[in-house]
C-alpha cells in the first residue's frame, strides 16, 4: 500500500494543500507591481492619467486601512469618513495656521493626520465598539454624521460651508499630479506593510479570532475591546493619512465632501470585491475598481448613468463572487492543485490496489481512473474539494 | 409658548417619520435586513405623487391608492430578484445589495426627473389654522391623520390577521416558524412590501412638505436608521416614540438654541442613550450570534 490512503469513495484524503499561493509566486507578483506602480507616471505621463492613479493611490490607502478594522475584525464601518474628514481639516489648518508653504512640505503633515486621526479614534471607538452588528454600523454613521454637523456649525474653526482653501504647490502643471503619486504610493506600501503585520501577528490572531466568534474568543482570554480599539485606531491613522493626500491635491476641503457618507460605501465596495479580510483584497479592488469607475464616469459623461452602472455591477460582482476576487482566484488555484494531487495519487493508488485484491478494488473505485495521470479529474469530487475551505 | 409650538410639529412631523421608520423597522425585524434603499424609496413615493399631481392632477392624498400598491408590488419584486438569492453572510451583504439598488434608483430618478429641487405643491399646501396662539399647518395634520390610520392598519394587520401571526412568528424564530409550515419567504418579500409602501405613504408627506431631489434620500435614510436604532431595531411601537422625540428634541433645540443644532443634539443624545441601553428603547437585548 503506497502512503496515500484511498477511501471506499475514491476521494483520497489530501495532504495538506496551502490556502494560498507559494512564496515566491506571492513575492514575485508583489514585486512586478510594484515596479509597475513607480514607473506607471514615466509610462503614462498623460495629467489626465495620472490624476486618476492619484485618486487611485487615496483609495488604495484608504481601503487599506478601513480593512486592517473591519476585514479583520468583521465589524463593518461606515463611518470612516470621519477620519477621512478630520484627516483633511487638520491638514488644511495645520498648512493655514502654523503656515506651512505649499508643496512637499505639505506632506510632512501627513503623519500627523493620521496621528490626530488615531488619537481620535480612541474616544469614539470606546463608545461604538460597545455594541455590534447593525448597531455598530449605523453609529459609525451617527458619528461621522455628528462631526459633519460640527464642520458645518464650528465656523470660527472651518470656516462651515464655505470651507477651508488650501493653496497649491508650485510645481509645474505637467508633473503636477507626480509628487501626490509617490507619495500616495509610499503610504499604500505603509499601510500594506502594517496589514500584513496584523495579518500575521499573534495580536492579529485575536483580531480574526474575534471576527469568527467574539464571544469565544474572549472565552480564550482575548481582551476583545482592546483589541478591537487598537485596530480602529490604526485603521483611523490610515484613513486620516488618505485625507490628509487629499485636501491638498483638491485644494480646498468642505464638511460634505470631507465628511462624505458616499465615502465609505465606495471603500466597502472595493474591499468587498477584492475580498474583505484580506491583505490583497483591497489592493485589488482598489486598483481595478477606481479606474474603471473613473472611467466610466468619463466615458458616460453622465452621472446618472454611471450610478445605475456602477450599481448594477456592484449587484453583479457580489452575485458572481460572493467571497471576492481574491479568495475567489485562490480557491480555484486550490481546486486545481487539488485535483491534480488527487488524480496522481489515484493512477499511483489504481494499480497497487490491483494487485493487492480486485474484488475490493472494483468496488473502492468508482471512477474511470485508470486513464493517464493528466486525465481530468472526476468532477463530482470538484466540490468536495472546497467544501473544507475556510470561509473567506 | 414657542416650545409649546415646538414639541406639537414635533408630534405633527414624527408621525409620518413613524410611517418611514416603521417600514425598515418591520422589514428589519422580519428578515433582519437593513434597507438601505428606505432613503430612496421615500423619494420614488413622492416623486410618484408628484407625477401623478403634475400630470394627472390627482390629489396626492389620493394617489396613495396607486402609488402604495404599486411600491408594494416593487417591494415584493425586489425581495426575490435580490434579496432571496444571497445565499451567505445575509445581513452584510443584503446591506451592500440594498445600497446598490438605491445606487440604481438613485440614477434612474435624477434621469427621470432631473436633479433640480422640486415639490409638490397642492392648493392647500400653505393653509393653516389656529387654536389660541398655536398654528396648525393643514398638511401636517391631514399627514399626521393619515399616519395614524395607517399604523392602525399595520398594527391590525400584525395583530389580528393570520399573517400578521405568520410575520411574528418569522420575526421571533425563522426556523420555528418554517417548521409549523410557515412560507417565511413569502412572509418576508410581502414584509419587504409592506415597509415599502409605507415608505411610498410617507414619502408622499415629504414631497408635500419638503423640495426634494435624489440626493435628499441620504440624508433621509441616516434620520431613519437614527430613529431606528433609538427605538430599538424591530420595534414597531420603539419606532412610533423614536421618530416623534427625535423630531421633538429637533424643534425645541432649533427654538431654545438655534436650528444648526437641532440634528446635530439628537445624534449626541442617541449615542448617550446607547451607551446605557446598546438594543434601543424598545429593543430585545441582543442574542448570541448563532
Known amino acids: ?152 456649525n464650528l465656523v470660527s474653526w472651518t470656516n462651515g460651508s464655505g470651507g477651508l482653501e488650501m493653496s497649491f504647490p508650485t510645481w509645474q502643471g505637467s508633473y503636477f499630479n507626480e509628487p501626490f503619486y509617490y507619495v500616495g504610493l509610499v503610504a499604500a506600501v505603509v499601510a500594506c506593510a502594517a496589514s500584513w503585520w496584523v495579518r500575521r501577528s499573534k495580536y492579529g490572531l485575536g483580531l480574526l479570532s474575534i471576527r469568527d466568534d467574539e464571544d469565544r474568543a474572549r472565552g480564550l482570554g482575548i481582551n476583545a475591546a482592546r483589541t478591537k480599539l487598537i485596530a480602529y485606531a490604526i485603521s483611523a491613522f490610515f484613513v486620516g493619512v488618505a485625507g490628509g493626500l487629499y485636501a491638498p491635491f483638491i485644494g480646498s476641503v468642505y464638511p460634505q465632501f470631507g465628511f462624505d457618507p458616499t465615502f465609505d460605501l465606495a471603500v466597502a465596495v472595493l474591499v468587498f470585491v477584492g475580498g474583505i479580510g484580506t491583505l490583497s483584497g483591497p489592493v485589488i479592488g482598489a486598483l481595478l475598481l477606481i479606474p474603471l469607475q473613473q472611467y466610466f464616469y468619463l466615458q458616460f459623461g453622465n452621472a446618472n448613468l454611471y450610478l445605475i452602472a456602477y450599481g448594477v455591477l456592484f449587484i453583479l460582482i457580489l452575485r458572481l463572487l460572493p467571497a471576492g476576487i481574491a479568495p475567489s482566484v485562490t480557491q480555484l488555484w486550490r481546486r486545481v492543485l487539488v485535483a491534480r494531487r488527487r488524480a496522481a495519487a489515484r493512477s499511483r493508488a489504481v494499480p497497487a490496489l490491483a494487485v493487492q485484491s480486485s474484488a475490493v478494488q472494483s468496488s473502492a473505485v468508482q471512477s474511470p481512473a485508470a486513464g493517464p495521470p493528466e486525465a481530468p479529474p472526476a468532477t463530482a469530487a470538484v466540490p468536495q474539494a472546497g467544501g473544507d475551505e475556510v470561509a473567506r | 409658548m414657542l416650545v409649546l409650538q415646538a414639541i406639537i410639529d414635533g408630534i405633527l412631523v414624527g408621525g409620518f417619520y413613524a410611517l418611514m421608520a416603521g417600514g425598515l423597522t418591520l422589514v428589519f425585524g422580519v428578515m433582519e435586513i437593513v434597507n438601505f434603499a428606505q432613503g430612496i424609496m421615500v423619494v420614488l413615493g413622492a416623486y410618484l405623487s408628484y407625477a401623478l399631481f403634475t400630470h394627472l392632477s390627482i390629489d396626492p392624498f389620493l394617489s396613495l391608492v396607486i402609488t ?135 414619502g408622499m408627506v415629504f414631497g408635500l412638505t419638503n423640495s426634494f431631489d435624489a440626493a435628499s434620500s441620504y440624508d433621509l435614510i441616516s434620520r431613519l436608521l437614527a430613529i431606528v436604532i433609538f427605538g430599538g431595531f424591530g420595534s414597531l411601537s420603539g419606532a412610533l416614540i423614536a421618530s416623534v422625540l427625535m423630531l421633538v428634541i429637533q424643534d425645541v433645540v432649533a427654538v431654545v438654541w438655534s436650528p444648526t443644532w437641532g440634528q446635530t443634539t439628537f445624534y449626541v443624545i442617541l449615542i448617550l442613550i446607547l451607551l446605557v441601553r446598546p438594543q434601543g428603547l424598545l429593543g430585545r437585548k441582543a442574542v448570541r450570534a448563532q
Open chain 1, 1 to 152: 500500500m503506497t502512503a496515500i490512503d484511498v477511501t471506499p469513495t475514491g476521494a483520497a484524503a489530501p495532504e495538506h494543500i496551502p490556502y494560498e499561493p507559494p512564496r515566491q509566486i506571492r513575492w514575485t507578483g508583489t514585486g512586478l507591481l510594484l515596479v509597475f506602480l513607480a514607473v506607471f507616471p514615466l509610462l503614462f505621463p498623460n495629467p489626465a492619467v495620472t490624476s486618476i492613479a492619484v485618486i487611485t493611490m487615496i483609495f488604495l490607502v484608504a481601503a487599506i486601512g478601513w480593512n486592517i478594522f473591519s476585514g479583520y475584525s468583521g465589524y463593518i464601518s461606515i463611518g470612516h469618513a470621519a477620519y477621512y474628514g478630520i484627516g483633511q481639516y487638520t491638514v488644511a489648518l495645520l498648512a493655514m495656521h502654523a503656515k506651512v508653504p505649499a508643496g512637499w512640505d505639505t506632506f510632512g503633515l501627513l503623519p500627523v493626520a493620521g496621528l490626530v486621526c488615531a488619537v481620535a479614534a480612541v474616544p469614539i471607538g470606546y463608545v461604538v465598539l460597545r455594541v455590534r452588528r447593525h448597531t455598530f454600523i449605523i453609529l459609525t454613521v451617527a458619528v461621522m454624521f455628528i462631526l459633519q454637523l460640527l464642520a458645518f
Open chain 2, 68 to 202: 402604495m400598491p404599486g411600491m408594494f408590488l416593487i417591494g415584493i419584486a425586489v425581495y426575490w430578484s435580490m434579496i432571496r438569492p444571497i445565499k451567505q453572510d445575509r445581513v452584510i451583504m443584503s446591506l451592500l445589495v440594498m445600497f446598490a439598488v438605491g445606487t440604481i434608483a438613485e440614477g434612474i430618478l435624477d434621469l427621470v426627473f432631473t436633479s433640480n429641487l422640486v415639490q409638490i405643491s397642492t392648493p392647500y399646501v400653505n393653509n393653516s389654522f389656529t387654536v389660541g396662539s398655536l398654528i396648525f399647518p393643514d398638511i401636517y395634520v391631514y399627514a399626521f391623520l393619515m399616519s395614524v390610520v395607517l399604523l392602525a392598519g399595520v398594527y391590525y394587520l400584525l395583530y389580528r390577521t393570520r399573517f400578521g401571526r405568520s410575520l411574528r412568528a418569522s420575526m421571533q424564530n425563522p426556523t420555528a416558524a418554517r417548521l409549523v409550515g410557515i412560507n417565511t419567504d413569502w412572509v418576508s418579500a410581502y414584509t419587504l412590501g409592506i415597509g415599502v409602501a409605507m415608505a411610498a405613504a410617507g
